[in-house]
């Protein structure tokens, strides 16, 4: 299978402990061994802490974009460096990912353009590469009616549809650095191009499991439309 892996930098580079990228890493070359994996890595705190400071500095949204860009790449050049089958190469656009994916198992890259978060991107990389799932690792259990860190009494979705799921997500924030379980543009691509997608707590341990689509616990389906 072709697989695109969205990985959150809140997750993935959480205080740059070496031990958990390699964790990741481990995980993503265990998956290489069957699969093309294609991996999008998010900017995180680091790329907001950037963003928020520029903002103070009278910096516009674009320019804020540019740095978390410049952000997910320094993170993506950090997790290849812990991936024996990624090449040293992060590629800027959707057209170098899918050549290097032809000749390398693994590929790892960041965002590609102002205005798409690294959600959208990995959506539009999986449209491109014509994968066969969308993997989004985030720092929730899956999708909720409404934001379970606002609401108590928020639901927890174990499948949805990928029309509901842009239903539920078009209340987010779209301005550079937000960090909603996925973001609209995704869930448009998604629901545009039927991808199936898991979206799930992106810890190491479960992205074998939301490979499986075994969610239980960790995550939500989202279904391709009838």
Do not use: W
Not at 67 to 91: E, F, H, W, Y
Not at 99 to 108: A, K, P, Q, Y
Not at 162 to 175: D, P, Q
């Amino acid at each position: 299978m072709r697989v695109v892996l969205s990985l959150g930098g809140s997750m993935v580079m959480q205080d740059f402990n070496a031990d958990r990228i390699k964790a990741y890493a481990s995980v993503i070359e265990k998956l290489a061994s069957k699969h093309t994996i294609l991996v999008v890595v998010g900017g995180g705190r680091v790329a907001r802490n950037y963003i928020s400071t520029a903002r103070s500095l009278g910096a516009d949204e674009t320019f804020c974009d540019y740095l978390g860009i410049g952000v997910t790449r320094l993170n993506a050049m950090l997790l290849a460096s812990a991936i024996k089958q990624a090449p040293k190469v992060v590629p800027e656009d959707f057209r170098q990912a899918y050549e290097l994916s032809l000749s390398h198992s693994v590929v790892v890259m960041g965002g590609t353009f102002p205005g798409h978060t690294t959600d959208a991107t990995a959506a539009l990389l999986a449209e491109f590469v014509n994968a066969d799932v969308l993997l989004n690792a985030t720092s929730v259990d899956g999708v909720y009616s409404a934001d379970p860190r606002k609401d108590p009494n928020a639901v927890r979705y174990d499948r949805i549809t990928a029309k509901e799921l842009v239903r539920i997500v078009s209340v987010g924030e779209t301005k550079a650095g937000s960090s909603n379980v996925i973001d609209l543009l995704a869930a448009k691509v998604i629901e545009r191009s039927g991808i199936r997608t898991v979206i799930f707590l992106g810890e190491p341990e479960n992205i074998e499991k939301a490979l499986k689509g075994d969610v239980e616990g960790i995550g939500t389906v989202v279904e391709v439309d009838q």
